[in-house]
């Protein structure tokens, strides 16, 4: 496995970025859903500027993957906003991960502290908010939830089209 770090990436609201690279499969990843070679991954402080980070990364990442940027970093905004709104303490860390599917599709990760499991919700045409995960819906081939059983959290992933 090699980490390599990428500190021209590395904002003020950035906790650690590492690029990871291995030879492995999902089962030797332990527990790892992303099967794919080659994973990007930030750590973010809790903070709602650092959404604007995670955009920058995400723009990176794609720009040297060849892929447009603008429906991933529409969902990750809205993934990790609803992370570090509704995480647990106020110093939990977020974690975003971008990997890379066999059919070229993007696999996105947003981790948090919280167990509780997002959902689509009904709101009112006038209501300034709750839409975040019917956007989510609609710019994903599909998303989902998966609880973190050995030290609670979850991780919400989504994957879209290339």
């Known amino acids: 496995m ?12 950035i906790l650690a970025r590492k690029v990871t690279q291995c030879g492995c499969n999902t089962t030797e990843r332990k527990g790892a859903i992303m099967g794919e070679a080659t994973h990007h991954e930030i750590v973010i402080k809790r903070q709602l500027e650092a959404v604007a980070e995670v955009r920058r990364f995400i723009r990176l990442t794609l720009g040297r993957w060849g892929m ?8 990750a905004s809205e993934l990790v906003t609803n992370a570090i709104r509704y995480a647990s303490t106020d110093d939990d860390e977020v974690t975003v991960r971008l990997g890379l599917l066999g059919d070229g599709a993007l696999w996105l990760e947003v981790q948090d502290s919280s167990s509780e499991i997002p959902r689509i919700v009904d709101v009112a045409l006038t209501s300034g908010s709750g839409r975040g995960l019917f956007v989510v819906e609609q710019f994903t081939r599909y998303w989902g939830v998966r609880p973190l059983d050995d030290r609670g959290g979850k991780v919400v992933f989504a994957v879209l089209n290339p």
Do not use: K, Q, T
């Open 2 to 13: 090699i980490f390599l770090w990428l500190p021209e990436l590395i904002g003020r609201h």
């Open 68 to 75: 447009e940027d603008y429906n991933p970093c529409l969902v």
